[in-house]
């Protein structure tokens, strides 16, 4: 029988745990949540204390950490002493369902990894242009007729059920993305005239674009199609996306053309865009939750809650530093994605460029930084499914995680180093194919296989 | 009833993907039972044959050997699947036969290889070609070697595709079909980061998938050894990451050897010298050179050390065992990146320089180790693969080496080394461990290892070539996914005619081999953008 031993001759037999704040009953994380704990190793006693069960979910994960064997085979942990509590409230990753399906045991396999990185908002981009996987109740054909398989290809109600539960067992938010009125051309097939038809000298040619704001009906069907993403998904906020509207269509369609007129927007497609999302985020507002939304919706104009989370995510020919400072400039909370985009891979160690890049680093007042909710890494789905996105994740995800959870003076790739081939190893023990990313090397356990 | 040639399909591809592409949603459809890589002669036309699962079996015309019987069951298997043994049971009973067989349907694919088989292994001059016909209700695959008809079952196999009622079915096919080159190889670096027996052996089945033909094994390097010697067994024990786990014990290496020839893939092993060593000082005290600084040894080593009356006799005896673990005619030597810094800083090989006259020119002592080194080969009738320096250093080699280039400028050296009138191999082009975002496997496809200034001769002695996957950041997380499909492009190139190079029109059926692989267990990532596969990745 393995022993864990304290200190020299002390057997630790228990890790005692504290919790302030009652937990049971489903209560769910959120961007409030208190996620400190204070860890404590010492004469062979082990104590875990913290206000909220979320800071002791992260005490859990670190005591775990703290475990290491021998040369002769026993579990040890030295004595230690942590008080401990996150940089930043949002550390988020983003995955991508709608380019590539990703199947639920992968999903759940990746809260796993998470939770061993301390980050705790899954961003779920779950639809997109190629698919539509959500399987809604209220609108069944949106699946039935958008999902790459309708058989298979999809999560069912009771699949996100099981993912939203498997996330709060770990302190992590699940944060779902129904991007609208662009990245949907997987709605129409199930909602035909959600999007606006295309127009080619006069007459349809067949192409779709961004949804079609100068219906009534559009957003009848949003306003039912939400009230059910709120039912289903249980955290404060939902995000609306927002991002790339391409106005091409909307200008070739006379119908849109008309409705222009009537609104006197004249020829300033940015107005029908942000009439849309305004009614959009209307609903949501009406549903009492909270939104997230791309940075597009904010450059362009529309009018938003205060409350509102902005994700920062331009970085080709674009300084996202700018942006930061615009953006909590005007009192609007932040969430960084832009220099994480872990989707597009590179040789070497690029971990290190994802290691430096810190959220603050733009011109601003303290008030201003502390609108920086955090960060998210990006997993975008385009050359991403299940046979690579564990690895491609992980370790890399792991340097954001420490760049949204340590102190900002946390940032030496020399040092972090080391400890990251600890982590990437641990994960691999843990069942998380973590690849390499420092150079030649293994781990005393190697992962059994992808 | 149109038929299709090769030229004929690869225009219907061009065009629908024109259409496909302009809409956000769609993706590109792949294509249904095409093969990968595209045969040199390949006909097709729409009729569409029942192939039944009941009674379907594979059928020997004139030799049979051990190859065969065992590429029957696994073709089998990867047509139907798991179910595919339990089908084989069933036929057995005439009543289950009557039952669910049907006029019209193929039930067999019948074998015909004129030379004996048994128990042979493939070679640089195996013959690989085969016809293939399914015609009248009938599957006839012909072949001079049992090499040409394991590619035919390959191939047949990926004619099968399901109808949309969700029949197995296979087209009228005529083809005619071998490589345009004998060396396609694939290497992995089982020293910078192990890789388990499994995965070499999933990667030997996606090779055959792709009919790549030679595992290039580089099996030790610099950070460690995991080849366990039986005559020096401190180099594993001393050389490797974990020795208790991170090794290839002898029955590993002997079960490596017989799943690749079972599916006519040679395994060459290269053991790399007299640079990239480190890991043999460890179990071998005195094989590496010694780095001074000033008038001591500094505790650092260098390069495996000329000077000493132990290392060619090491080396010999070394060698002795690897000729008998490893069948293969070719043995890879290595010979790339030698420093002399380390040489230059020992006083004992100062000396031997001076004795040798060698000035202070190491390119001479680098000469004199290889020269040793590859008599030592020779005596012992095998044959060497070398990377280019070695050549470029100017040593003394067979005239049936093989020279293996993988430096930048490759047009003017496989130009340089043609003209000696070496057989050479390229590698320069299909560094696959090179990752980038997007849809790289283009450029893999548009690599011609003899687009270079050349009579037709030096062109003849071009071999083929090699994609590697060096191990600096890859393990078993990674290794199948990185590698595949993006090899299948490289695959393309070494087997397929030169004109077969338009990655607009391979992209199709690349999508539908890579679903193929998925289907049959390989791990193989997206590499053209949004979409799917029918079947979805599942671990085996």
Not at chain 1, 224 to 238: G, H, L, M, N, R
Not at chain 1, 391 to 396: A, D, F, G, I, N
Not at chain 2, 299 to 311: E, K, M
Not at chain 2, 358 to 371: D, F, H, I, S, V
């Amino acid at each position: 029988m393995q022993q864990l031993r304290g200190q020299e001759n002390a057997l630790l037999q228990q890790l005692s745990v504290q919790v302030s704040t009652p937990c049971e009953g489903r209560i769910y994380p959120s961007l409030e949540s208190d996620e400190s704990y204070a860890l404590d190793v010492s004469g062979g006693q082990a104590t875990l204390k913290a206000q909220e069960v979320w800071g002791a979910l992260w005490g859990l994960e670190t005591f775990v950490q703290l475990v290491y064997t021998t040369n002769s085979g026993e579990f040890v942990v030295n004595d230690t002493s942590i008080t401990d509590k996150p940089r930043f409230v949002h550390r988020g990753m983003l995955l991508d369902t709608g380019r590539h399906f990703l199947p639920k045991r992968t999903l759940l396999q990746n809260l796993d990894a998470m939770a061993q990185n301390k980050l705790n908002v899954f961003h779920w981009h779950i639809v997109d242009d190629p698919s539509f996987p959500y399987e809604s109740r209220a609108f069944p054909e949106l699946s039935n007729k958008g999902s790459f398989y309708p058989g298979s290809h999809i999560y069912t109600p009771s699949d996100i059920q099981e993912i939203i539960e498997f996330a709060r067992l770990r302190g992590i938010r699940v944060m779902a993305e129904f991007d609208t009125p662009g990245h949907a051309r997987s709605w129409e097939e199930g909602q035909k005239g959600f999007l606006s038809e295309c127009y080619s000298g006069g007459t349809r040619n067949g192409m779709y674009g961004p949804a079609d704001p100068t219906k009534n009906s559009t957003f009848t069907f949003l306003k039912e199609f939400f009230t059910e993403v709120a039912s289903v998904f249980p955290d404060q906020y939902i995000h609306v996306g927002g991002d790339e509207v391409n106005f091409t269509c909307w200008q070739s369609n006379p119908a849109v053309g008309d409705f222009m007129q009537k609104m006197g927007f004249g020829d300033n497609y940015a107005k029908l865009e942000e009439y849309y999302m305004q009614n959009l985020l209307d609903i949501i507002n009406s549903l009492g939750r909270g939104y997230m939304i791309w940075q597009e919706v904010i450059d362009n104009g529309a009018k938003v809650r205060e409350d509102t989370v902005v994700g920062v995510w331009k970085w080709r020919n674009f300084s996202w530093s700018d942006e930061m400072a615009r953006m909590t400039e005007q009192g609007y909370k932040v969430v960084l994605s832009a220099c994480w985009y872990l989707s597009r891979i590179s040789y070497g160690e690029d971990w290190k460029t994802y290691y430096a890049c810190d959220p603050y680093s733009f011109k601003g007042t303290d008030a201003q930084k502390s609108l920086v909710m955090g960060g998210e890494l990006a997993m975008w789905g385009e050359y991403v499914d299940d046979t690579n996105v564990l690895p491609l994740s992980w370790p890399r995800g792991s340097a954001v995680a420490e760049r949204l959870w340590s102190p900002q003076d946390v940032n030496s790739p020399v040092l972090a180093e080391p400890r990251l081939v600890e982590q990437r190893c641990r994960m691999v023990r843990r069942g998380i194919p973590a690849q390499p990313i420092s150079g030649a090397g293994g781990c005393p356990e190697e992962f059994g296989g992808n | 009833m149109v038929e299709g040639s090769r030229k004929m399909v690869s225009l219907l591809f061009v065009l629908s993907l024109f259409s496909a592409l302009s809409d956000a949603k769609l993706s590109v459809t792949p294509t249904k039972g095409v093969p990968w890589p595209m045969p040199m002669d390949y006909k097709t036309t729409g009729k569409q044959n029942t192939v039944d699962a009941a009674s379907f079996r594979f059928t020997t015309r004139s030799v049979e050997c051990d190859i065969l019987l065992d590429a029957y069951v696994r073709y089998r298997e990867a047509i139907f699947g798991r179910n595919a043994d339990r089908f084989h049971a069933m036929r057995q009973s005439p009543k289950f036969v009557q039952m669910f067989s049907q006029e019209g349907d193929i039930g067999e694919v019948s074998v015909d290889v004129s030379k004996p088989c048994q128990g042979s292994y493939p070679s640089l001059e195996s013959d690989e070609s085969y016809s293939l016909s399914v015609a009248n209700g009938q599957v006839m695959i012909s072949a001079q070697e049992v090499w040409g008809a394991l590619w035919g079952l390959e191939t047949f196999v990926q004619l099968v595709y399901k109808s949309d009622t969700g029949e197995y079915v296979v087209n009228d096919t005529i083809i005619s079909d071998k490589p345009r080159f004998a060396h396609r190889g694939l290497l992995l670096d089982t020293s910078r980061h192990f890789l388990s027996t499994r995965n070499l052996l999933r990667n030997l089945d996606a090779m055959a998938q792709n009919k790549l033909n030679v595992f290039h094994w580089h099996i030790v390097d610099d950070q460690s050894f995991p080849y366990e010697s039986m005559a020096f067994p401190e180099l594993s024990s001393k050389g490797s990451y974990f020795p208790e786990s991170q090794v290839y014990t002898p029955t590993d290496v002997a079960e490596v050897i017989e799943f690749a020839r079972l599916r006519g893939i040679r395994v060459v092993a290269e053991f790399d010298s007299p640079g990239h060593t480190q890991s043999w000082g460890l179990g071998q005290k005195g094989f590496l050179t010694e780095c001074y600084s000033g008038e001591k040894p500094d505790g650092s080593y260098g390069p495996a050390d000329p000077t000493l009356n132990t290392t060619f006799p090491f080396l010999k005896q070394f060698f002795a065992e690897v000729a008998s673990v490893f069948p293969d005619q070719y043995i890879h030597l290595g010979g790339d990146e030698v420093s002399f810094t380390c040489w230059q800083s020992n006083p004992v090989i100062k000396d031997f320089m001076q004795k040798m006259s060698y000035g202070t020119n190491y390119a001479k002592l680098e000469e004199y180790y290889m020269q040793n080194l590859l008599d030592i080969i020779n005596s012992l009738k095998r044959g060497y693969i070398i990377w280019q320096e070695v050549i470029d250093n100017g040593a003394k080699v067979r005239p049936d080496t093989v020279v293996e280039v993988w430096k930048g400028g490759w047009e003017e050296e496989m130009e340089k080394v043609t003209k000696q009138g070496y057989k050479t191999l390229l590698a320069s082009c299909w560094y696959l461990n090179y990752i980038s975002y997007g849809s790289d496997w283009t450029t893999y496809y548009t690599c011609d290892p003899q687009k270079f200034n050349g009579t037709d001769a030096q062109k003849a002695l071009v071999m083929g070539g090699e994609l590697t996957m060096w191990g600096e950041y890859v393990d078993d997380t990674n290794v199948l996914s990185r590698l595949w499909p993006r090899a299948s492009a490289v695959a393309e190139r070494l087997w397929s005619p030169q004109d077969v190079n338009f990655p607009l029109v391979a992209q199709p059926r690349l999508i539908e081999q890579r679903c193929r692989m998925i289907r049959r267990g390989i791990p193989a990532e997206p590499v053209t953008g949004p979409g799917t596969c029918p079947v979805e990745y599942r671990e085996p």
